[in-house]
């Protein structure tokens, strides 16, 4: 017998925006948790076109079905179709669509369709969704406005916390810690706020840089607070493995670097993948067990909020086509699929086409780069024989990841977290580091001149200074070699800067120490993460070659790269400070490079008249 097909549509005018609205109603893994959807499991391998085999049970009946990838356009439109294996449904599809109003509102219509599968789906269907889950979608949808309205973080959507028996004052206890350790008052009281009131999946991942960003506070203070919680037991980290492609964590969670190996897989787009750190690592917290003990199981795996670089995911038919209006940020993008090879680039700019055709073929992409509008109608056409997933995804990685790059360069981390090192033998790519390598001009003299106890002291406390200067320009001391130190930083003009202090210290000290000269040299380039005597140390030509550049300096000055003095940011801060800086060109050849000549510059104080 044949039953017939239940249809619900659900209607709110809401008072946010789609594009306000999406990160809430898009994120379906909180939408069914909160809706009281039963938690998830994968049952088999990915299939082609990423579609899953998933199922889950609740007291009464066992579900399993296959799901399709969910259809979207941001911010305007989801989608999904489920073909159910067991249980009394058959085939479910649902719907979200939001329009914006002229009142800066949206009109937001939720539809779901099911069929029946026996009789049990025909009685069960009008109770469970028409009725049961209809109270509980519209809850969640204003509930959702509500949070979008606001910017709440955390979301705690009245679910009660379950902090551990003595959570409270051990919370008091870390907290006091916390403070006497540096950290803004302010700051600490959020994160404890957090932690106490915060939902299961918020605090499953916490991501330092969104909560900065949130919280309207300098990143790397949230960051650094962040390590500071983890070492006085209020939270614990996390290194996740990320795929270049869907950027999903595609391994398991990593509690220590030693665990992190530089060959992943991820099951999502069936392909292995070298892991760096500039990209591939992130790192993120989650309390303490000790604190509270979160439960975040799944509840839905492949919702937009997944990926959210993704603007638009669609399953065409072969030989079909469909129009969608997405709107687009300003960058770089490209449409691709999960089965033909290459894709097409696409750059969205003010000035760029308002409308525009895709055509996925078995012959490949365009070679030229697109040039789109923020707002554009797009026609998708798949003109292969087999069924396509396009997607168009942004280019640009999030920059609210704290990398395992950056993360590794701070000297808070390092000084907290001293024993965090890669696995022996392991080598793993970092990207571009700016080094720092420099050393002391006169010490063997004198050593000589006020005997070795002192001088030690001396050295000593120059190591302070750099140590003091290096963190406050962002980057991390490595290593010190006699009385040499090597440091590295994200960003050249970090670098510069952090030397330059420095320096500028030892040179003139408080009254009753020994002025000291320093030379210094700094270089660009990618690097390679080691471990080295059970530490995290780094790796490559370009250690090698700022190691031989330092010989150059005469001491109170800074030898630079080619690749250092071509950085932006270094042209910017050496324009504004021509006033008391010179820049003089030097051409050298350095040891184990004698066959070529380099470009050096060297930059000092210029010398009062």
């Given at each position: ?325 997405p709107i687009l940020e300003a960058g770089r993008y490209r449409l691709r699929t999960m089965t033909l090879p290459g894709g097409q680039h696409v750059r969205v700019t003010a000035v760029g086409q308002s409308q525009a055709y895709f055509h996925a073929t078995n012959d490949g992409w365009p070679p030229q780069e697109l040039e789109l ?237």
């Open positions: 017998m044949t039953y017939p097909e239940f249809h619900y549509r659900w209607e709110l005018q809401l008072q946010s925006s789609p594009q306000d609205l999406w990160p809430y109603v898009a994120d379906t893994n909180r939408f069914n948790r909160d809706t009281q959807v039963p938690a998830v499991q994968e049952i088999g391998p990915v299939q082609t076109n990423a579609r899953r085999l998933l199922r889950f049970s609740n007291r009464l009946l066992s579900f399993a079905w296959e799901e399709d990838p969910f259809d979207w356009t941001y911010p305007y439109r989801f989608g999904v179709v489920r073909r159910y294996q067991t249980g009394p449904i058959a085939q479910m599809r649902a719907l979200l669509e939001m329009t914006p109003q002229s009142d800066g509102g949206t009109q937001l219509v939720y539809q779901v369709w099911a069929q029946p599968r026996n009789f049990w789906g025909w009685i069960g269907i009008p109770l469970a969704i028409g009725r049961v889950s209809a109270r509980r979608f519209q809850a969640a949808f204003k509930r959702y406005d509500e949070v979008a309205q606001s910017g709440a973080v955390p979301i705690t959507l009245r679910h009660a916390s379950h902090l551990t028996p003595g959570a409270k004052r051990r919370l008091e206890v870390i907290r006091q810690r916390l403070v006497q350790d540096g950290a803004d008052p302010a700051l600490v009281d959020r994160l404890v706020h957090l932690v106490q009131e915060a939902d299961d999946l918020t605090l499953a991942r916490i991501r330092p840089y969104h909560l900065a960003d949130r919280w309207d506070a300098p990143r790397r203070d949230v960051l650094e607070l962040a390590l500071l919680a983890t070492r006085a037991g209020l939270l614990d980290f996390q290194w996740e493995i990320l795929c270049p492609l869907c950027r999903g964590a595609s391994d398991r969670v990593h509690h220590t670097l030693t665990d992190v190996t530089s060959a992943a897989h991820c099951q999502t787009c069936n392909i292995d993948f070298h892991v760096n750190f500039d990209r591939s690592v992130e790192l993120t917290f989650a309390p303490n067990p000790a604190v509270r003990a979160i439960k975040a199981p799944d509840f839905c795996v492949a919702g937009p909020q997944v990926t959210p670089h993704i603007a638009v995911q669609q399953l065409l038919p072969p030989h079909t086509q469909r129009q969608i209006t509008a923020p707002v554009p109608s797009l026609q998708l056409v798949n003109d292969t024989d087999e069924e396509q997933l396009l997607i168009l995804e942004r280019m640009v990685w999030s920059d609210q990841a704290a990398t395992a790059a950056e993360v590794t360069t701070l000297q808070r981390f390092r000084d907290l977290f001293a024993d965090e090192a890669l696995r022996p033998g392991e080598q793993i790519s970092v990207g571009s580091l700016t080094i720092l390598f420099t050393d002391l001009v006169d010490s063997t003299q004198m050593y000589r001149e006020i005997g070795d106890a002192t001088a030690f002291g001396v050295v000593m406390n120059h190591f302070d200074v750099l140590r003091e200067a290096i963190d406050a320009e962002g980057g991390a001391l490595v290593k010190t070699i006699g009385d040499a130190v090597m440091a590295v930083f994200r960003r050249p003009v970090s670098a510069l800067k952090a030397i330059l202090r420095a320096q500028a210290v030892l040179a003139k000290p408080t009254p009753g120490q020994r002025p000291l000269r320093l030379r210094a040299a700094l270089h660009y380039g990618p690097s390679i993460a080691v471990s080295l005597n059970e530490q995290l140390d780094y790796f490559g030509s370009t250690i090698n070659m700022a190691a031989r550049l330092e010989k150059f300096s005469l001491g109170g000055d800074v030898v630079l790269s080619d690749a250092i003095c071509n950085d932006p940011e270094i042209a910017e801060f050496l324009t504004e400070q021509q006033a008391q800086l010179q820049v003089e060109p030097l051409s050298e050849t350095l040891k184990g490079y004698d066959q070529e000549c380099f470009s050096l510059w060297r930059v000092g104080k210029k010398i009062e008249d």
